[in-house]
Protein backbone atom coordinates (compact mmCIF):
# COMPACT_ATOMS: atom_id res chain seq x y z
CA UNK A 1 0.00 0.00 0.00
CA UNK A 2 1.24 3.80 -0.89
CA UNK A 3 -0.68 7.03 0.41
CA UNK A 4 2.92 8.87 0.26
CA UNK A 5 5.71 9.54 -2.40
CA UNK A 6 7.94 7.31 -0.43
CA UNK A 7 5.43 4.26 -0.22
CA UNK A 8 4.92 5.15 -4.47
CA UNK A 9 8.88 4.35 -4.81
CA UNK A 10 9.07 1.72 -2.77
CA UNK A 11 6.04 -0.28 -5.30
CA UNK A 12 7.52 1.81 -8.31
CA UNK A 13 10.71 -0.46 -7.60
CA UNK A 14 8.50 -3.67 -7.29
CA UNK A 15 6.79 -3.23 -10.61
CA UNK A 16 9.67 -1.98 -12.52
CA UNK A 17 10.17 -4.15 -16.03
CA UNK A 18 6.37 -5.52 -15.38
CA UNK A 19 4.56 -6.56 -18.24
CA UNK A 20 1.50 -5.18 -19.29
CA UNK A 21 -1.20 -5.82 -22.32
CA UNK A 22 -3.64 -3.23 -23.25
CA UNK A 23 -6.51 -5.06 -22.76
CA UNK A 24 -5.43 -5.59 -19.27
CA UNK A 25 -5.55 -2.05 -18.35
CA UNK A 26 -8.92 -0.63 -16.96
CA UNK A 27 -10.59 2.53 -15.57
CA UNK A 28 -13.63 2.19 -13.91
CA UNK A 29 -15.15 5.53 -14.02
CA UNK A 30 -18.14 4.50 -11.19
CA UNK A 31 -15.92 4.07 -8.58
CA UNK A 32 -12.82 6.46 -9.39
CA UNK A 33 -10.57 3.18 -9.78
CA UNK A 34 -7.75 2.67 -12.13
CA UNK A 35 -5.82 -0.80 -12.54
CA UNK A 36 -3.43 -3.02 -14.29
CA UNK A 37 -3.21 -6.51 -14.33
CA UNK A 38 0.44 -7.03 -15.09
CA UNK A 39 3.00 -10.17 -15.14
CA UNK A 40 5.36 -8.70 -12.07
CA UNK A 41 9.36 -9.75 -11.78
CA UNK A 42 10.19 -10.45 -8.46
CA UNK A 43 12.93 -8.28 -7.83
CA UNK A 44 13.30 -8.84 -4.36
CA UNK A 45 13.99 -12.42 -4.62
CA UNK A 46 16.09 -12.38 -7.60
CA UNK A 47 19.69 -13.58 -7.19
CA UNK A 48 22.43 -13.12 -9.64
CA UNK A 49 21.41 -16.48 -11.11
CA UNK A 50 18.27 -18.05 -12.23
CA UNK A 51 15.87 -19.33 -11.40
CA UNK A 52 13.95 -15.81 -11.38
CA UNK A 53 10.27 -15.52 -10.53
CA UNK A 54 7.63 -13.41 -12.07
CA UNK A 55 3.96 -13.40 -10.42
CA UNK A 56 0.56 -12.06 -11.93
CA UNK A 57 -0.12 -9.06 -9.88
CA UNK A 58 -2.71 -6.00 -9.28
CA UNK A 59 -1.52 -2.59 -9.78
CA UNK A 60 -4.50 -0.05 -8.61
CA UNK A 61 -5.56 3.85 -8.15
CA UNK A 62 -8.21 4.91 -5.91
CA UNK A 63 -9.30 8.56 -5.70
CA UNK A 64 -8.62 8.83 -9.89
CA UNK A 65 -10.08 11.80 -11.06
CA UNK A 66 -8.51 11.58 -14.86
CA UNK A 67 -6.45 9.75 -17.38
CA UNK A 68 -4.61 10.49 -20.41
CA UNK A 69 -2.85 8.21 -22.32
CA UNK A 70 0.15 8.11 -25.03
CA UNK A 71 1.28 5.80 -27.28
CA UNK A 72 -1.15 2.86 -25.95
CA UNK A 73 -1.09 0.10 -28.36
CA UNK A 74 -4.50 -0.93 -29.72
CA UNK A 75 -2.95 -4.08 -30.92
CA UNK A 76 -4.28 -6.84 -28.69
CA UNK A 77 -1.09 -8.77 -28.91
CA UNK A 78 1.23 -5.83 -27.61
CA UNK A 79 2.94 -5.52 -24.59
CA UNK A 80 4.12 -2.67 -22.78
CA UNK A 81 7.07 -2.80 -19.78
CA UNK A 82 6.26 -0.40 -16.93
CA UNK A 83 9.42 1.62 -16.37
CA UNK A 84 8.61 4.21 -13.60
CA UNK A 85 6.12 5.81 -11.58
CA UNK A 86 6.06 9.50 -10.46
CA UNK A 87 4.26 11.40 -8.32
CA UNK A 88 3.94 15.44 -8.79
CA UNK A 89 1.18 17.01 -5.97
CA UNK A 90 -0.92 19.58 -6.91
CA UNK A 91 -1.01 22.73 -5.69
CA UNK A 92 -3.20 21.94 -3.16
CA UNK A 93 -2.03 18.71 -1.24
CA UNK A 94 -2.69 15.57 -1.14
CA UNK A 95 -3.87 15.67 -4.21
CA UNK A 96 -1.63 15.56 -7.91
CA UNK A 97 -0.56 13.38 -11.25
CA UNK A 98 0.80 9.97 -11.31
CA UNK A 99 2.52 9.13 -14.62
CA UNK A 100 3.18 5.70 -15.38
CA UNK A 101 6.17 5.25 -17.90
CA UNK A 102 6.64 2.67 -20.08
CA UNK A 103 9.18 1.19 -23.09
CA UNK A 104 8.57 2.80 -26.23
CA UNK A 105 7.39 5.91 -25.12
CA UNK A 106 4.25 5.22 -23.97
CA UNK A 107 2.89 7.10 -21.35
CA UNK A 108 -0.39 6.89 -18.88
CA UNK A 109 -0.97 10.18 -16.76
CA UNK A 110 -3.69 10.33 -13.85
CA UNK A 111 -4.94 13.19 -11.98
CA UNK A 112 -5.59 11.50 -8.30
CA UNK A 113 -7.40 13.03 -5.16
CA UNK A 114 -4.57 11.85 -3.08
CA UNK A 115 -2.01 8.65 -3.61
CA UNK A 116 -3.70 5.49 -2.42
CA UNK A 117 -2.29 2.81 -4.39
CA UNK A 118 -2.25 -0.56 -3.94
CA UNK A 119 -0.10 -3.88 -5.41
CA UNK A 120 -1.03 -7.36 -5.41
CA UNK A 121 0.15 -10.58 -6.20
CA UNK A 122 -2.60 -12.85 -7.36
CA UNK A 123 -1.46 -17.03 -7.37
CA UNK A 124 1.77 -17.99 -7.14
CA UNK A 125 4.69 -17.08 -8.74
CA UNK A 126 6.76 -19.21 -11.32
CA UNK A 127 10.43 -20.22 -12.29
CA UNK A 128 11.68 -18.54 -15.51
CA UNK A 129 15.44 -18.01 -17.38
CA UNK A 130 14.52 -14.46 -18.12
CA UNK A 131 15.38 -11.63 -16.59
CA UNK A 132 14.61 -8.15 -17.93
CA UNK A 133 17.44 -6.94 -19.90
CA UNK A 134 17.26 -3.19 -20.40
CA UNK A 135 18.64 -2.96 -23.65
CA UNK A 136 15.98 -5.61 -25.34
CA UNK A 137 12.87 -3.60 -24.49
CA UNK A 138 10.92 -2.49 -26.87
Not at 15 to 28: E, G
Not at 89 to 110: C, D, R, W, Y
Request: proline share 7%; hydrophobic share 40%.
Amino acid sequence: LAEDSEGLAIIAAAVQDALVKPQDIKLDKRTRAFGLELNRFQWETAGKHMPYFPSRSVLAFAGVESVRSRNVSKDIDAVHALLNIEFRPANEPPGGTVTLTFSGKTQIEMTVECLDVTLMDRGVAWPTRHRPDHEQMP
